[in-house]
């Protein structure tokens, strides 16, 4: 299964730092819903667009 990934971000960011939320906020903002899945294969945040219920 594919899905588009509009952002991604290192899982080791510092404590405090969320780069993928606050993209994910901004994609939100700006009309396109999206939210953060974590990829445990490669150790990052994706953002991604929200699915449709």
Same mark, same amino acid.
């Given at each position: ?5 509009? =952002?991604?971000? #290192? $899982? ?16 939100? /903002? =700006?009309?396109? #819903? $999206? ?16 699915? /449709?219920?």
């Amino acid at each position: 299964m594919s899905r588009e990934i509009l =952002a991604h971000f #290192p $899982a080791g960011n510092p404590r405090g730092s969320r780069p993928a939320e606050e993209r994910a906020a901004e994609f939100t /903002a =700006a009309g396109n #819903p $999206a939210t953060v899945v974590m990829d445990l294969d490669s150790d990052r945040f994706l953002v991604v667009p929200e699915r /449709a219920s």
